[in-house]
């Protein structure tokens, strides 16, 4: 298994408080990713990041953001958390080969108030 | 822009048989990946198999194939002698080229897939 650890595993907040989601890696990897998975619309990015300090943006970044200080860690923050950001969250990394798949992390399933 | 779509949102396999889960997919791309992952009632998400847009031959990973339609846009996963183990949660992923992103997948909606006895 890929060294990923995702921290909470689960979480249940209020509408309106600030979140942070932790995703550590062990395998040096450059890149990281953040994906949420809803029913009916599988697993969409959210952010993702090429190196310490780069991060860009996915097709649903609105009501996020990440940091990257160290290669091994890739944080999430819901700055103010709404209903509609509960869901569950993977941390992801791999993809610098033409054939090479992201390794997940286990999840944190997020629940908002 | 790229999309995914798997149009089964659930399929039923007898114990032992295949069962083939649909996948067509849509970007203007000419170099892309396609790659399938299984997600068990635990939640994981496993890598099963990768097929190349280039690549000549349909892919095989043990009791996994891929059965590429390039003209079709389609990438259908085949289970062969299916088991209970194998009810999960399946996804199919694209990947798009450098210029459009090359290490971003994006996903399908899923298929869920029960293996009955």
Redesign the interface.
Known sequence: DAGITQSPRHKVTETGTPVTLRCHQTENHR?M?W?RQDP??????IH?S?GVKDTDK?EVSDGYSVSRSKTEDFLLTLESATSSQTS?Y?C?I???G??S????G??TRLTVT | AQK?T?TQPGMFVQEKEAVTLDCTYDTSDP?Y?L?W?KQPSS???I?LI?Q?SYDQQNATEGRYSLNFQKARKSANLVISASQLGDSAMY?C?M?GSFSGG?????????TRLAVHP
């Open positions: 890149y990713y994906y009916g619309h599988g697993l969409r990015l993702y090429y996915g569950v993977f992801a791999g993809g610098t033409a054939n798949p992201l390794h997940f286990n999840g | 995914i798997q170099s990946g790659f992952y939640g994981e998400m890598f990768y190349g996804f992923a990947r090359y290490n971003k997948l994006i996903f399908g909606a899923g």
